[in-house]
Each structure stands twice: as structure tokens, then as C-alpha cells.
């Protein structure tokens, strides 16, 4: 594997050898009087500079270079070059034991040097460096599966049965969903928790549990708007879907504000007109405080300012709180997130930078939950018996694949 600090301790000790250093802090100083000199001539000072302390540097340069300086002569530049290498080695001691604010300039060389040569070695070694990240990717994903790989079968079965539920649901009704917008919700929500499900998967097949706890956040969002218009029927779900235009005039507003620091093209006023248009429509339907986050749950919950814990509460998913606010410390930058990993015993005081084969149980089991109760909430609405009875088979089979998940975290505490 490449050792980084090894490669930048090789670039300092070869632009901190005393003649290179010696070059650099020359060249700054020529530069101050309105020299620049070439690629060729820095070659030519870094071979002379081992003798500086006896004041044998050799200086020439070309007819061009002395008049872009301002000088007629090389007799003329000779006094300004004496003061120079008098100064020469004062200033490599001064260089050496503290940067200040006259040597910026040479420290922004010096480093820019440094920055391409390492960057250059970089892209040399890239690809033993990938290969060996997928070696190492590779054998924490064979050791999750020989430790994990019976319960996440089993999860990974549970998503697929999900999948073809879906199907099954959606043929069922044909097309009399398009003319049922709660259905149609319904159905969509489903779809990105099944997406959102296979991404949690992917993370704890590759050792990964704080990530997938943190995407089960999203999929506990979406169970509780899920429940929640499925509760409150048409009118809940057309404010939800009519919401997003408030989302977007927000957001178009916010990105206008930064649009020249981030480099990109700013949002036409024409374009911020009309959506501001749709926005003040909606408002003028659904009230002021349509315009909150939440504002789309406002009528329903009787809440001027509705948060999501509001929403939680009244479909009584609430007692997922806890587990909500560890996932949400690995969403955001807050020192638990920090300071805390699924993927490490709690007497563990290490750093986690990577995959851990520890942890998985928590946001299995999370998501087990979360996604059936988005599909069984979908599947209910308007029920016949057939889709009462796969939702009643769907959670016996997601409690068979908790307590695999179970099984192997006790043998692992054993262990």
C-alpha cells in the first residue's frame, strides 16, 4: 500500500535539501526586482548553491530578462545581486526556524512544487492503491458473509418478496389507481422504500451499519407519511404532492443566493416569477402555513407549524424515536455520530474509518419493520383478503428474519 506520509516526508527532505531551499528563497528575492528566471538557470543555482556561504553563485542572465527588469547593465543589477546574496543566508535560517509573513510567497512555492510532485506520484500509483482498497473491500465483504450471510439472505428474500407484491398489487388493480391519488402515493412511497431497502442491503453486505442506519432514517420517514395519508385520505395526499412546489420556489430562492459560488448559471427571473406564482396560489388555497415544512400535514393535525415528531406521534410511530435520533447522528455532524460507531463494541476506543462486520442487527432489524409496515399499509388500502393475508405472511417472515439476525449478534457477544 502507498504510505502517504512516507511520500510527503520524501518531498519535503528533497525541496528542503539546502540547495533547492536556497534556490527558492533566491528566486523570490529576483523576483522582487523583476527577474524570473527559467527552468535552466534554476538547474544552474541549485548545482552553484552548495558553496553560497563563500559568495561563488554565478549570475547570468539574458539581454531580455534585464531589460523586462528595468536595467541597462549587468554592472547596473550587480549592487541589488550583493545585497541579495548577502541576505541569502539569514533568511534560509529565518526560513528554517519560523515562516513569517514576508516568506508567503516562498512558502506558496514551495508548496505548490511540492503539491504537483506528490500529485504526480499519486496518479502513478493509483491504480495499486484502488486494487489494494478493492482486496481490502473484497475480504470484509467475504467475512460479513460468512458471519452474516444466513440473516442477510433472509433480508435480502424479504425485499424481493416485497417487489412482487408490489407487482402483484399493481396488476391487480389495473389502472384504477390513476384515478385514486392516495392509492397512487401509496404506491410511489412504496417504490422509493423498496429502493432505499436494497441501498441498507448493499451497505450491511459490505460491512458498512452506520450508513445503513442512517438510510433507514429515510425509510422511517417514509413509513410515517406513508401511514399518515393513508390515514387521512385525498385531501392529505393532494396537499403532499402540491407541497413540492413550495419546496422548490425555497430551494430556487436559496440557490440564486449562491449560484456565483458554486460556479454555476443562475436561475432566470422569468423562472423564479412563475414559480413564485404556483407558490402564492397555493398559499392563497391552503393557507400561511402551507408554507412551513410540514405544512401539507397543517389542516390535518389542527398545527399551525406541524413538525415530523407531530406527524410521528398521531400514526403512533413514536416509539421509534430513540432508535430515529441515533440514525439521525449519523446524517448529521453531531459529536455522537462522531464519536460513536455500530461497527465497534461500546468499550472499543478506536477509530472507525472504514467497514466493520459489528453493528448489522440494529438497522436490519429497523428496516425490517419500516418496510413492512409501508408495504403492508399500501397493500390494506381498499383490501381484498388475498393482499390482508400476504401482508399477515410478510411480517410472520420478517420476524423470522429478526431472529436470524439475532442469532448471530448473540454468538457474536458470546464469541
Not at 430556487?252 to 413564485?276: F, H, K, P, V, W
Amino acid at each position: 500500500m502507498l504510505g502517504l506520509q512516507e511520500l510527503f516526508d520524501e518531498q519535503i527532505k528533497e525541496l528542503f535539501r539546502p540547495n533547492k531551499l536556497g534556490v527558492r528563497i533566491l528566486e523570490n528575492e529576483l523576483e522582487k526586482i523583476g527577474f524570473f528566471i527559467t527552468k535552466k538557470q534554476r538547474t544552474v543555482f541549485e548545482s552553484q548553491f552548495s558553496n553560497i556561504e563563500n559568495d561563488t553563485l554565478t549570475f547570468e542572465f539574458s539581454d531580455d530578462q534585464l531589460n523586462k527588469a528595468g536595467f541597462s547593465s549587468e554592472e547596473e543589477l550587480k549592487p541589488k545581486l550583493e545585497k541579495i546574496i548577502k541576505g541569502l543566508s539569514s533568511k534560509v535560517d529565518k526560513f528554517a526556524n519560523g515562516i513569517d509573513e514576508t516568506m508567503q510567497n516562498l512558502v506558496e512555492s514551495i508548496t505548490d512544487a511540492m503539491a504537483q510532485s506528490v500529485l504526480c506520484t499519486l496518479e502513478q500509483r493509483m491504480d495499486d492503491m484502488q486494487e489494494d482498497q478493492e482486496i481490502i473491500y473484497n475480504d470484509f465483504a467475504e467475512n460479513i458473509q460468512l458471519v452474516w450471510g444466513v440473516p442477510l439472505g433472509l433480508l435480502q428474500g424479504l425485499i424481493v418478496i416485497s417487489d412482487e407484491v408490489a407487482q402483484g398489487y399493481i396488476t391487480k388493480y389495473g389502472d384504477t389507481q390513476i384515478d385514486n391519488i392516495v392509492q397512487e402515493l401509496l404506491i410511489r412511497i412504496h417504490a422509493k422504500a423498496n429502493q432505499v431497502a436494497k441501498e441498507i442491503l448493499t451497505l450491511l453486505k459490505n460491512g458498512f451499519s452506520d450508513g445503513a442506519q442512517a438510510r433507514w432514517r429515510t425509510l422511517h420517514e417514509l413509513a410515517v407519511v406513508c401511514v399518515f395519508i393513508s390515514e387521512h385520505g385525498e385531501d392529505v395526499a393532494t396537499r403532499y404532492i402540491n407541497h413540492e412546489a413550495v419546496g422548490t420556489y425555497k430551494a430556487a430562492i436559496q440557490y440564486n443566493d449562491y449560484y456565483i459560488r458554486l460556479g454555476a448559471t443562475e436561475i432566470s427571473s422569468e423562472e423564479i416569477d412563475s414559480m413564485q406564482e404556483e407558490y402564492l396560489d397555493l398559499l392563497a388555497e391552503y393557507g400561511q402555513t402551507y408554507k412551513n415544512d410540514y405544512g401539507w400535514a397543517a389542516k390535518a393535525l389542527n398545527l399551525k407549524k406541524p413538525t415530523f415528531r407531530d406527524i410521528e406521534a398521531s400514526v403512533e410511530l413514536d416509539h421509534h424515536r430513540p432508535y430515529y435520533k441515533l440514525a439521525s447522528a449519523n446524517v448529521h455532524a453531531n459529536p455522537s455520530g462522531v464519536f460513536n460507531s455500530l461497527g465497534l463494541f461500546p468499550e472499543e476506543d478506536i477509530i472507525l474509518a472504514g467497514p466493520s462486520n459489528l453493528g448489522l442487527i440494529h438497522p436490519a432489524q429497523s428496516a425490517i419493520i419500516s418496510l413492512n409496515i409501508i408495504t403492508t399499509t399500501m397493500l390494506t388500502y381498499e383490501a381484498n383478503i388475498d393482499f390482508i393475508v400476504i401482508s399477515k405472511a410478510m411480517a410472520e417472515y420478517g420476524h423470522k428474519v429478526e431472529n436470524a439476525f439475532i442469532t448471530v449478534e448473540t454468538n457474536i457477544s458470546k464469541s
